[in-house]
T-cell receptor, first 113, second 114 residues
Framework: DSGVTQTPKHLITATGQRVTLRCSPR?????VYWYQQSLDQGLQFLIQ???????AKGNILERFSAQQFPDLHSELNLSSLELGDSALYFC????????????FGPGTRLTVT | AQTVTQSQPEMSVQEAETVTLSCTYD???????LFWYKQPPSRQMILVIR??????QNATENRFSVNFQKAAKSFSLKISDSQLGDTAMYFC???????????FGTGTRLQVFP
């Protein structure tokens, strides 16, 4: 158990819908990262937050957004969902800003039908 | 842009034997970090080992060790005394200094059989 929690574990929804994925980092970790794992794109970095502020952006679609709250939990919002958004979404956290080990949560499996 | 290549989609090894997984990367950076992550059937991503590019000494964690060849841009993972629980996808990942994003390879599926 990495100490990072993600809810829900599974999510099935229809095209065009909007969903919110939630992540709680390890106790004391200030950085939260979101990654997408899909069959065709592999594992891709989406976005990072550090202590409530957006720190880095990767291949995140405009339909996707995220935020980190004062209690350090983070949410990833996915809207106007398409079939191709079906993937495993991971949250990871690390202790500080910088090249430190990232510890991953168990992931949320999103299926868009 | 940095890229990570894992040229072995699948590998297998007998229990108690040693196996080496290959990883190469492309970067113009001098300072960076390299990682191996394991993803068992549970889908959890588990950090196996980390290597700082400025360190010449190869990292070791119990049965896991790396062979880091900076000039060749190679970062292989050696698993000694393989166990059934080592069956998983293994991902090599690169992180540039002063950034936090991990760039992953496509993974190598390792099967350990009795």
């Amino acid at each position: 158990d990495s100490g990072v929690t993600q809810t829900p574990k599974h999510l099935i929804t229809a095209t065009g819908q909007r969903v919110t994925l939630r992540c709680s980092p390890r106790s004391g970790d200030l950085s939260v990262y979101w990654y997408q794992q899909s069959l065709d794109q592999g594992l891709q970095f989406l976005i990072q937050y550090y202590n409530g502020e957006e720190r880095a952006k990767g291949n995140i679609l405009e339909r996707f957004s995220a935020q980190q709250f004062p209690d350090l939990h983070s949410e990833l919002n996915l809207s106007s969902l398409e079939l191709g958004d079906s993937a495993l979404y991971f949250c990871a956290s690390s202790a500080r800003d910088g090249p430190y080990e990232q510890y991953f949560g168990p992931g949320t499996r999103l299926t868009v039908t | 842009a940095q890229t990570v290549t894992q040229s072995q989609p699948e590998m297998s090894v007998q229990e108690a034997e040693t196996v080496t997984l290959s990883c190469t990367y492309d970067t113009s950076e001098n300072n960076y970090y390299l990682f191996w992550y394991k993803q068992p059937p549970s889908r959890q991503m588990i950090l196996v080992i980390r290597q700082e590019a400025y360190k010449q000494q190869n990292a070791t964690e119990n049965r896991f060790s790396v062979n880091f060849q900076k000039a060749a841009k190679s970062f292989s993972l050696k698993i000694s005394d393989s166990q059934l629980g080592d069956t998983a996808m293994y991902f090599c990942a690169f992180m540039k200094l002063n950034t936090d994003k991990l760039i992953f390879g496509t993974g190598t599926r390792l099967q350990v059989f009795p």
